[in-house]
C-alpha cells in the first residue's frame, strides 16, 4: 500500500517535471446560459478556422477551442498556449471577432485536466449580463487558475513532504537498524568474551579445587605423622618442657588435621562429589561412636552427654552411618564446646506415630545445652561457612557441613537459642527401616525379660530417667534415688537385683553399706562414669563393682549388660534360649574369641595367594610368622608401586591386604588403581591401617578398599577377613564331604563334626550356636521374599552372603551353597524366586537335621 501511494506520487511528480511551460489561455466570453455558450462556441469555431493564419498556428501549437461548465456558467476558451507570441496573435483575432475576450493568467494543469474531462457541448446565448462576466468573468477565472496552482503545489508539496517524510523515515530506520547490528555484534562480542570468561573462571576453579584438594590430601599425611609420632613420643619419658612442647605440636596438628579434612570434605560436598551410602547400622553402635569421636576432639570436663532414646526407635536402621554419625558428632561436640559444666541431652525419636509394616521412619535427633547460646542476631549465620562468633579450635566449617549434609539427606537442620541460656539444635531426617518385620527391637531370651527391682542414683535427672526407660524396656522395675540425698544417708540397697551409682558417688559410706550386705542377696553394683570425665579408678570400685559403664548409655549396652549378667542363668533355666539379631551376633562373635583361634586355623585356607603391600619390616615379618605353615602363599610388596607390579606379571592372587600409608605410591592410590583396572578389580583389597576412626575408614573404603584390618593384626580379626574373602580350601571342604557321607542317612547335607570342631569342640557351646543360628536364620526365607520384592537386591547379597559364612561355619554345606546361588546370582537374568524355592527347601531339610540333632544332644545330655 505505501509502495503503491509512493508510485503515484512519483507519477505525479513525473507528469508535473515533464509538462511544458504552460502560458495561461483566452477566455473568449463566459456565459450563465449553456445555449449562448454553445452558440458562440460554434461560432468561433467557424470563424477561427475559416482565418488561415489561426488555422496554421493552431495546427502548429495544438491549441483548442474549449467550453467548460463550471458550477454557475460556461466558459468558452482557447488554450493551451505555450508561446506567448502565439497567444497574442491569436488573441488579436479574437478580440475583434469577440470583443469581451481577454488573456488569463496560468491556471494549474490538474484543474485544466479536470476541464477537459468536463467538455460537454455548449449551446445557449451570450447574456450580456453574463458579462458581469465581462466584470466578473476575469476574476473567477482567476481564482479557479489560482486555487488550481495552490492545490497543484500543496500536492507537490505533499509529496516533497511525504517523500522526505519517508526517506527521512527510512534513514531513521536504517540507521536504527545499523545501530542495532553494531549492538549486536558488540553484545554477541561481549557474550562471547563473557563465555570465554567463565570457561575460564571453572577452569580456574576447577583447577584450584583440584590443587587444593590435592593439596590438602598431601598435608594429611605429614600431619598424621606428625600427630601420631608426638602422641609416640609423649608417652616416652620427657623433661617438662619437652612434654609440655610436645603436646602443643600434637594439638597444633590435630587441629590443622580437623581443619584440612572439615575443608576436604565440604570440598567434596560443594563440588558434587560426596555420594551417601546406604547401609544397615544399629543406631547405638552410631552413637557410640559419636560419643568416642567427641571424646578424641575435647578435652575432658565436667560435662554428661546423655542420650534418651524413645522405645519406638528401631534399632537397625538404613542409611549413611558415617555422614549422619558426623553430623551429630559436631553437635554434641559444639554443645559440650560451648558450656563448663552440666548436662549435654540428646533426645532421639520418631515425629510420628509408628505404622504396621512401616519401612521408612523420620527421625528427630535433638541435642540441647546450657552453655553460652547464641545471640538472636547470629543465629541465622552460625551455618555460613568458616563462622565463628568466638575463637574456637574449630575450623568454623562444622555447621556448614553438617547443614549441607543434612540437604543431601533430605533433612533439615535447625536452631532455637537463648543466648546465655543454651542452645538446642534439631535434626531431621529419614532413614529406611531394616528389621522391618521383627516385632522386638532388642532380643533377650525370654527368661532374662524379668521383673528385677533395680535402683538407679545419679545426680543428674535426666540421666536418671533416662537410664531407668532403659531399664523399663526389659520389663524391669526402677526406683531412682537423687544423688544429692546421699549426702545425709546411704540408701538401703539389700532389696535390690542390681544398683546403677554414679561413679562420683560411689563413696567411703556406699561401699561400706554395700560390705554389710550379705554377699548371698548383695545386689550386682554397676558403677556408671562418664566417657568425658577423668575415669576414677579407685580402690573401691575395683574391688566392688561388677561392672563399670561409661555414660551415655543407650538400649543396646544395657542389653549386654543383662545379658553378661543374667544370660548364662536363664539359658539353664529352661533350656532354650531364643535369641536374635543383635545378641546373636554378639554371642558369635564373642564365641569366636572364646574359640580361640589362633594360626593353626589360618591352615582352613591353604592354598590362597595372598599379596600384602606393607613397607614395615616388622610388620613383614609378622604376616609371614603367622602364615608360614598355613600352606597360604604369601607375597610381599614394600610399597604400592611393587604390588602393582606384581599383580601385573600376571600373578593371581586370591586377597590383597594394603597398608594405606607407605612410601613411594601409598595404599589409596594402588588401590583405585587396581580397582580401575578391569584385570584385577574383582580381587578384594583389605586395608591395614592403625585408625579405626569411621572418617579414616570411610576414606579407605572410598578409595576402592573393600574392607579394613586394623593394625597391630589380629589374629582373630584376620581370620574374619580370610573367611570373608577366601574360599576354603579344598582339601577341608573334600574331607568335611567325604566324612558327610558316613553320615547317617538324610543328615548327608550338614556335617556336624566340622561344626563341633569349629566351635572349639565345646558340644554345650556348640549347642547354642546351633540354636542361634537357627532363631536367627529360621525365618530368612520371608526376609529374601520382602527384599526381592522390593528388588532389593544389595540386601538380598549381604543377608545371603551372612547366611553363606554362618552355615559352612556349623556344617551346614548344603545351605551354604544354597545362600551363594543366592550371593552370586545376577537377578537381572536369572529368576530369584527358583532360587529362593531351591533355598527354601535346602532351609527346611537343614532345620530338620538341626531339630533331630539337638533333641538328640539333649537327651544324651539328660543321660
Ligand atoms: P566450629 O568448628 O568453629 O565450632 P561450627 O560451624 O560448628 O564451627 O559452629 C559455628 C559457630 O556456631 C560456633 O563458632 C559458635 O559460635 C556457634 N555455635 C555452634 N553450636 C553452638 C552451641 N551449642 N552453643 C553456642 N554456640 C554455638
Given at each position: 500500500m505505501r509502495n503503491i501511494f509512493m508510485l503515484l506520487l512519483l507519477l505525479c511528480l513525473y507528469t508535473s517535471v515533464t509538462a511544458k511551460e504552460y502560458m495561461g489561455n483566452i477566455i473568449v466570453g463566459t456565459y450563465a446560459k449553456y445555449a449562448a455558450a454553445e452558440n458562440n462556441y460554434k461560432d468561433l469555431q467557424k470563424r477561427l478556422d475559416a482565418d488561415k493564419r489561426i488555422h496554421r498556428l493552431k495546427e502548429k501549437h495544438g491549441f483548442r477551442y474549449i467550453s467548460r461548465v463550471s458550477d454557475h456558467y460556461s466558459i468558452i476558451a482557447i488554450e493551451p498556449f505555450y508561446d506567448d507570441h502565439v497567444r497574442s496573435a491569436v488573441f488579436a483575432v479574437v478580440k475583434k471577432l469577440f470583443p469581451k475576450a481577454y488573456l488569463n493568467t496560468l491556471p494549474s494543469k490538474t484543474l485544466l485536466a479536470k476541464y477537459e474531462d468536463e467538455r460537454i457541448p455548449v449551446g445557449g446565448a451570450e447574456t450580456g449580463t453574463g458579462m458581469t462576466a465581462s466584470a466578473d468573468g476575469p476574476q473567477t477565472s482567476e481564482k479557479l487558475s489560482s486555487g488550481n496552482t495552490a492545490l497543484q503545489w500543496a500536492a507537490v508539496a505533499l509529496f516533497f513532504g511525504l517523500l522526505f517524510f519517508h526517506l527521512f523515515q527510512h534513514r531513521r530506520q536504517k540507521a536504527r537498524i545499523a545501530a542495532l547490528e553494531h549492538e549486536n555484534t558488540q553484545l554477541k562480542e561481549q557474550n562471547g568474551d563473557l563465555q570465554s570468561i567463565n570457561a575460564e573462571h571453572e577452569r580456574t576453579m576447577n583447577l584450584r579445587e583440584e590443587m587444593l584438594g590435592k593439596m590438602t590430601s598431601k598435608l594429611h599425611k605429614p600431619m598424621k605423622e606428625i600427630v601420631g609420632k608426638s602422641r609416640h613420643v609423649l608417652t616416652s619419658e620427657l623433661s617438662e618442657q619437652q612434654s609440655n612442647e610436645l603436646k602443643t605440636i600434637k594439638s597444633s596438628g590435630e587441629m590443622m588435621f580437623e581443619i584440612v579434612d572439615d575443608l576436604l570434605d565440604f570440598m567434596k560436598i560443594r563440588s558434587g562429589k560426596l555420594a551417601l551410602k546406604n547401609s544397615i547400622f544399629n543406631i547405638n553402635h552410631l552413637l557410640d561412636n559419636v560419643v568416642k569421636a567427641v571424646i578424641d576432639r575435647i578435652h575432658r570436663k565436667d560435662v554428661e552427654v546423655v542420650f534418651e532414646i524413645e522405645k519406638g526407635v528401631p534399632a537397625k536402621l538404613i542409611g549413611d552411618p558415617v555422614r549422619l554419625g558426623q553430623i551429630l558428632t559436631n553437635l554434641i561436640e559444639n554443645a559440650v564446646k560451648f558450656m563448663d559444666q552440666g548436662e549435654v541431652r540428646m533426645f532421639v525419636g520418631r515425629n510420628d506415630e509408628a505404622k504396621e509394616g512401616e519401612e521408612e521412619i523420620v527421625l528427630v535427633f535433638a541435642v540441647t545445652d546450657n552453655g553460652i547460646g547464641i545471640k538472636e542476631e547470629e543465629i541465622d549465620q552460625i551455618f555460613a561457612p568458616f563462622y565463628q562468633s568466638r575463637e574456637t579450635d574449630g575450623s568454623g566449617l562444622g555447621l556448614a557441613i553438617s547443614k549441607e549434609l543434612t540437604g543431601l539427606m533430605n533433612g533439615q537442620l535447625g536452631v532455637r537459642s537463648s543466648y546465655g541460656e543454651g542452645s538446642e539444635f534439631t535434626l531431621t531426617v529419614t532413614l529406611g527401616i531394616a528389621g522391618v518385620n521383627e516385632k522386638r527391637q532388642y532380643r533377650l531370651p525370654d527368661s532374662a525379660y524379668k521383673k528385677r527391682e533395680i535402683l538407679v542414683i545419679d545426680y543428674h535427672d535426666h540421666a536418671a530417667t533416662a537410664l531407668k526407660k532403659m531399664l523399663e524396656y526389659f520389663h524391669n522395675n526402677v526406683d531412682i534415688i537423687p544423688g544429692v540425698e546421699l549426702k545425709n544417708s546411704v540408701p538401703e540397697m539389700s532389696g535390690y537385683d542390681m544398683v546403677f551409682i554414679s561413679e562420683k558417688l560411689f563413696t567411703f559410706p556406699v561401699v561400706k553399706h554395700l560390705h554389710h550386705i550379705e554377699a548371698e542377696t548383695r545386689p550386682k553394683i554397676v558403677v556408671v562414669g562418664s566417657m568425658l570425665h577423668k575415669p576414677l579408678r579407685t580402690n573401691a570400685v575395683k574391688q566392688m563393682a561388677d561392672k563399670r559403664l561409661m555414660k551415655p548409655l543407650n538400649q543396646q549396652r544395657i542389653l549386654e549388660l543383662i545379658i553378661e549378667f543374667y544370660g548364662q542363668e536363664s539359658a539353664t533355666e529352661d533350656g532354650t534360649i531364643s535369641v536374635m539379631d543383635e545378641m546373636t551376633e554378639l554371642a558369635l562373635k564373642a564365641q569366636r574369641q572364646k574359640r580361640e583361634i589362633?594360626?593353626?586355623?589360618?591352615?582352613?585356607?591353604?592354598?590362597a595367594k595372598i599379596l600384602a603391600a606393607e613397607d614395615n619390616e616388622i610388620n613383614q615379618k609378622v604376616l609371614q610368622g603367622l602364615l608360614k605353615e598355613s600352606g597360604i602363599k604369601l607375597s610381599i610388596a614394600g610399597d604400592g608401586k611393587e604390588a602393582l607390579q606384581m599383580l601385573k606379571e600376571n600373578r593371581e592372587y586370591d586377597l590383597i591386604l594394603m597398608d594405606a600409608n607407605m612410601p613411594v605410591m601409598d595404599g589409596y592410590e594402588a588401590t583405585e588403581r587396581i580397582k580401575s583396572n578391569p584385570k584385577f578389580s574383582k580381587i578384594p583389597v583389605v586395608a591395614l591401617s592403625g585408625s579405626t576412626m569411621p572418617e579414616d575408614i570411610d576414606m579407605m573404603l572410598e578409595h576402592g578398599m573393600d574392607d579394613h584390618m586394623a593394625k597391630p593384626i589380629q589374629i582373630s580379626a584376620m581370620y574374619e577377613i580370610f573367611e570373608k574373602y577366601l574360599e576354603r580350601s579344598r582339601k577341608t571342604e573334600e574331607v568335611a564331604q567325604e566324612a558327610a557321607v558316613h553320615q547317617r542317612s538324610g543328615k548327608e547335607l550338614y556335617v556336624y563334626e566340622d561344626g563341633l570342631k569349629r566351635a572349639g569342640g565345646d558340644p554345650a557351646l556348640f549347642a547354642e550356636v546351633l540354636l542361634e543360628f537357627r532363631s536367627l536364620y529360621s525365618h530368612s526365607v520371608s526376609a529374601f521374599e520382602a527384599m526381592m520384592a522390593k528388588q532389593q537386591y544389595a540386601l538380598v547379597k549381604q543377608l545371603s552372603l551372612d547366611i553363606k559364612g554362618v552355615a559352612a561355619n556349623i556344617g551346614a554345606y548344603r545351605l551354604s551353597k544354597a545362600a551363594e546361588t543366592l550371593q552370586t546370582a545376577d537377578f537381572s537374568k536369572e529368576d530369584g524366586s527358583t532360587l529362593l524355592e531351591r533355598y527354601r527347601s535346602v532351609l527346611v531339610d537343614t532345620l530338620k537335621v538341626l531339630d533331630e540333632q539337638l533333641t538328640e544332644r539333649k537327651a544324651v545330655a539328660k543321660v
Amino acid at each position: 500500500m505505501r509502495n503503491i501511494f509512493m508510485l503515484l506520487l512519483l507519477l505525479c511528480l513525473y507528469t508535473s517535471v515533464t509538462a511544458k511551460e504552460y502560458m495561461g489561455n483566452i477566455i473568449v466570453g463566459t456565459y450563465a446560459k449553456y445555449a449562448a455558450a454553445e452558440n458562440n462556441y460554434k461560432d468561433l469555431q467557424k470563424r477561427l478556422d475559416a482565418d488561415k493564419r489561426i488555422h496554421r498556428l493552431k495546427e502548429k501549437h495544438g491549441f483548442r477551442y474549449i467550453s467548460r461548465v463550471s458550477d454557475h456558467y460556461s466558459i468558452i476558451a482557447i488554450e493551451p498556449f505555450y508561446d506567448d507570441h502565439v497567444r497574442s496573435a491569436v488573441f488579436a483575432v479574437v478580440k475583434k471577432l469577440f470583443p469581451k475576450a481577454y488573456l488569463n493568467t496560468l491556471p494549474s494543469k490538474t484543474l485544466l485536466a479536470k476541464y477537459e474531462d468536463e467538455r460537454i457541448p455548449v449551446g445557449g446565448a451570450e447574456t450580456g449580463t453574463g458579462m458581469t462576466a465581462s466584470a466578473d468573468g476575469p476574476q473567477t477565472s482567476e481564482k479557479l487558475s489560482s486555487g488550481n496552482t495552490a492545490l497543484q503545489w500543496a500536492a507537490v508539496a505533499l509529496f516533497f513532504g511525504l517523500l522526505f517524510f519517508h526517506l527521512f523515515q527510512h534513514r531513521r530506520q536504517k540507521a536504527r537498524i545499523a545501530a542495532l547490528e553494531h549492538e549486536n555484534t558488540q553484545l554477541k562480542e561481549q557474550n562471547g568474551d563473557l563465555q570465554s570468561i567463565n570457561a575460564e573462571h571453572e577452569r580456574t576453579m576447577n583447577l584450584r579445587e583440584e590443587m587444593l584438594g590435592k593439596m590438602t590430601s598431601k598435608l594429611h599425611k605429614p600431619m598424621k605423622e606428625i600427630v601420631g609420632k608426638s602422641r609416640h613420643v609423649l608417652t616416652s619419658e620427657l623433661s617438662e618442657q619437652q612434654s609440655n612442647e610436645l603436646k602443643t605440636i600434637k594439638s597444633s596438628g590435630e587441629m590443622m588435621f580437623e581443619i584440612v579434612d572439615d575443608l576436604l570434605d565440604f570440598m567434596k560436598i560443594r563440588s558434587g562429589k560426596l555420594a551417601l551410602k546406604n547401609s544397615i547400622f544399629n543406631i547405638n553402635h552410631l552413637l557410640d561412636n559419636v560419643v568416642k569421636a567427641v571424646i578424641d576432639r575435647i578435652h575432658r570436663k565436667d560435662v554428661e552427654v546423655v542420650f534418651e532414646i524413645e522405645k519406638g526407635v528401631p534399632a537397625k536402621l538404613i542409611g549413611d552411618p558415617v555422614r549422619l554419625g558426623q553430623i551429630l558428632t559436631n553437635l554434641i561436640e559444639n554443645a559440650v564446646k560451648f558450656m563448663d559444666q552440666g548436662e549435654v541431652r540428646m533426645f532421639v525419636g520418631r515425629n510420628d506415630e509408628a505404622k504396621e509394616g512401616e519401612e521408612e521412619i523420620v527421625l528427630v535427633f535433638a541435642v540441647t545445652d546450657n552453655g553460652i547460646g547464641i545471640k538472636e542476631e547470629e543465629i541465622d549465620q552460625i551455618f555460613a561457612p568458616f563462622y565463628q562468633s568466638r575463637e574456637t579450635d574449630g575450623s568454623g566449617l562444622g555447621l556448614a557441613i553438617s547443614k549441607e549434609l543434612t540437604g543431601l539427606m533430605n533433612g533439615q537442620l535447625g536452631v532455637r537459642s537463648s543466648y546465655g541460656e543454651g542452645s538446642e539444635f534439631t535434626l531431621t531426617v529419614t532413614l529406611g527401616i531394616a528389621g522391618v518385620n521383627e516385632k522386638r527391637q532388642y532380643r533377650l531370651p525370654d527368661s532374662a525379660y524379668k521383673k528385677r527391682e533395680i535402683l538407679v542414683i545419679d545426680y543428674h535427672d535426666h540421666a536418671a530417667t533416662a537410664l531407668k526407660k532403659m531399664l523399663e524396656y526389659f520389663h524391669n522395675n526402677v526406683d531412682i534415688i537423687p544423688g544429692v540425698e546421699l549426702k545425709n544417708s546411704v540408701p538401703e540397697m539389700s532389696g535390690y537385683d542390681m544398683v546403677f551409682i554414679s561413679e562420683k558417688l560411689f563413696t567411703f559410706p556406699v561401699v561400706k553399706h554395700l560390705h554389710h550386705i550379705e554377699a548371698e542377696t548383695r545386689p550386682k553394683i554397676v558403677v556408671v562414669g562418664s566417657m568425658l570425665h577423668k575415669p576414677l579408678r579407685t580402690n573401691a570400685v575395683k574391688q566392688m563393682a561388677d561392672k563399670r559403664l561409661m555414660k551415655p548409655l543407650n538400649q543396646q549396652r544395657i542389653l549386654e549388660l543383662i545379658i553378661e549378667f543374667y544370660g548364662q542363668e536363664s539359658a539353664t533355666e529352661d533350656g532354650t534360649i531364643s535369641v536374635m539379631d543383635e545378641m546373636t551376633e554378639l554371642a558369635l562373635k564373642a564365641q569366636r574369641q572364646k574359640r580361640e583361634i589362633t594360626k593353626e586355623n589360618f591352615s582352613e585356607f591353604s592354598g590362597a595367594k595372598i599379596l600384602a603391600a606393607e613397607d614395615n619390616e616388622i610388620n613383614q615379618k609378622v604376616l609371614q610368622g603367622l602364615l608360614k605353615e598355613s600352606g597360604i602363599k604369601l607375597s610381599i610388596a614394600g610399597d604400592g608401586k611393587e604390588a602393582l607390579q606384581m599383580l601385573k606379571e600376571n600373578r593371581e592372587y586370591d586377597l590383597i591386604l594394603m597398608d594405606a600409608n607407605m612410601p613411594v605410591m601409598d595404599g589409596y592410590e594402588a588401590t583405585e588403581r587396581i580397582k580401575s583396572n578391569p584385570k584385577f578389580s574383582k580381587i578384594p583389597v583389605v586395608a591395614l591401617s592403625g585408625s579405626t576412626m569411621p572418617e579414616d575408614i570411610d576414606m579407605m573404603l572410598e578409595h576402592g578398599m573393600d574392607d579394613h584390618m586394623a593394625k597391630p593384626i589380629q589374629i582373630s580379626a584376620m581370620y574374619e577377613i580370610f573367611e570373608k574373602y577366601l574360599e576354603r580350601s579344598r582339601k577341608t571342604e573334600e574331607v568335611a564331604q567325604e566324612a558327610a557321607v558316613h553320615q547317617r542317612s538324610g543328615k548327608e547335607l550338614y556335617v556336624y563334626e566340622d561344626g563341633l570342631k569349629r566351635a572349639g569342640g565345646d558340644p554345650a557351646l556348640f549347642a547354642e550356636v546351633l540354636l542361634e543360628f537357627r532363631s536367627l536364620y529360621s525365618h530368612s526365607v520371608s526376609a529374601f521374599e520382602a527384599m526381592m520384592a522390593k528388588q532389593q537386591y544389595a540386601l538380598v547379597k549381604q543377608l545371603s552372603l551372612d547366611i553363606k559364612g554362618v552355615a559352612a561355619n556349623i556344617g551346614a554345606y548344603r545351605l551354604s551353597k544354597a545362600a551363594e546361588t543366592l550371593q552370586t546370582a545376577d537377578f537381572s537374568k536369572e529368576d530369584g524366586s527358583t532360587l529362593l524355592e531351591r533355598y527354601r527347601s535346602v532351609l527346611v531339610d537343614t532345620l530338620k537335621v538341626l531339630d533331630e540333632q539337638l533333641t538328640e544332644r539333649k537327651a544324651v545330655a539328660k543321660v
